[in-house]
């Protein structure tokens, strides 16, 4: 079993600071300054460009991926670093479009983040001939897989109401209907064990900031099944997924298995404070992690559901379909946030009346719980949200 006290302690929070908001950004590891410090004074400091090769930056991509990949349930050698999460969704996508040739839709979801529809929408309008992306309820997803479908898109976790997609069950389906599916795991990677190769999955994607605490604006990471990755075509084809990057050929080739997804030249700073986020959770049992997220994510739903019974749950209380969030509605949402963050309890708030809170285990207790849940409870009992500054609203909500 994890010790998760010991985890607690290897993290900067401000003192008083009951930090519910990590699935939306992780906090400090406590050894990442120092870390990315060496990296900028003893690296880039000393050996300038030499540091590609001789403190291996060029290989930095594949070896925080290999990292990655134990906590996602993927194969060694299929996930690489790099770039922003929308663009790996965009290449993903047009490398399963590639893959099933015959086919128009993409299939989502009204509950995907924006983004992901976004790029989607781009990719359609750039490749013209009758693509389209088709949205659907989340909960009517499984059953509007058909034959028509070249590929689907989902966001393995609802980033408004944590609810959470049955990965094994999608891909199955998918796959028998003969689409290619892909698996948003932004609110998935270190919030629980995900199983990749054991669902299936064709592609996958996700960021490194939240969950995993690589910093703000963190690099993404895209995987590749083994079976397709000699196949993929990367429709962004960038110079660091040639096959010989420095053989500075005018024509592309692409490189062999998932390296052929690389772009451009990757973050070396924040591939290093992603490392000192991964030592630590190097130490982290999964199987311990998703039990105690369940037990933190139960109490606080039954401390809020006694003793604010305004809030509205939005999240599901079955644990199969549960991420590591929880989230209550209320048409004052964002008010109500506001008085929670004055008072030192920091989630965020969601369009239209989301109310949205993370349970990291690594750095999040029982004790935490209690205490949100008690100033939750002082908030909502004397409507202390009730105030004009609370209901002006920020540009990041």
């Known amino acids: 079993m994890t010790d998760f006290s010991a985890t607690k302690a290897l993290f900067t929070l401000p003192e008083g600071m009951i ?26 400091g000393k050996m300038l460009i030499t540091g590609w090769n001789k403190a291996g930056w060029m290989d930095k991509p594949m070896h925080v991926g290999d990292r990655i990949a134990r906590l996602i349930g993927a ?11 929308s663009i790996k969704v965009y290449q993903a996508l047009a490398a399963c479009l590639d893959l099933n040739p015959k086919r128009r839709v993409i299939l989502s979801d009204t509950g995907n983040f924006p983004s992901d529809l976004y790029m989607a929408e781009g990719l359609c309008r750039t490749l013209g001939q009758g693509y389209e992306l088709k949205t659907v309820a989340p909960e009517a997803v499984l059953d509007a897989i058909d034959e028509t479908v070249a590929v689907t898109m989902i966001t393995e976790v609802d980033y ?31 919030a629980f064990q995900v199983e990749l190769a054991a669902c299936n999955a064709d592609f996958a994607v996700g960021c490194s900031y939240k969950y995993l605490n690589s910093g703000p604006g963190g690099p993404a990471f895209i995987y590749v099944a083994p079976r397709h990755a000699d196949h993929a075509i990367p429709a962004l ?16 080739r692409p490189a062999t298995g998932a390296e052929r997804l690389r772009v451009g030249t990757p973050p070396i700073l924040q591939l290093a404070a992603l490392e000192a ?55 004052e949402g964002y ?54 500054d609370y209901k002006t609203r920020a540009k990041v909500t």
Request: one cysteine or more; aromatic letters at 8%.
């Open 19 to 44: 930090y519910l908001d990590g699935n939306s950004l992780g906090p400090l590891p406590r050894a990442t300054a120092a870390r990315v410090a060496q990296t900028v004074t003893e690296e880039w």
């Open 75 to 85: 194969e060694a050698g299929h996930v690489v670093m790099g770039d922003t999460l």
């Open 160 to 190: 408004r109401t944590g609810r959470r997609h049955n990965m094994a069950e999608i891909t199955a389906r998918a796959h028998a209907h003969g689409a290619l599916t892909i698996w948003d795991l932004a609110h998935s990677a270190g």
């Open 237 to 252: 084809s960038g110079w660091q997924g040639h096959a010989a990057p420095f053989a500075f050929d005018l024509d592309y």
């Open 277 to 331: 986020s991964l030592d630590i959770w190097d130490r982290v049992d999964m199987q311990a992690l998703r039990a105690t997220s369940l037990a933190l994510t139960d109490r606080y739903i039954a401390g809020i559901e006694a003793s604010c019974p305004s809030l509205i749950l939005a999240t599901p209380r079955d644990h199969a379909m549960r991420g590591s969030q929880v989230s209550f509605r209320h048409p």
């Open 335 to 388: 008010a109500i946030m506001q008085a929670m963050i004055a008072r030192g309890v920091i989630g965020d708030f969601r369009a239209p009346d989301i109310i949205r809170c993370g349970f990291t285990p690594l750095f999040i207790d029982e004790t935490d719980v209690d205490r949100a849940v008690a100033i939750i409870a002082d908030i909502m009992q004397n409507s202390l949200w009730d105030r004009p």
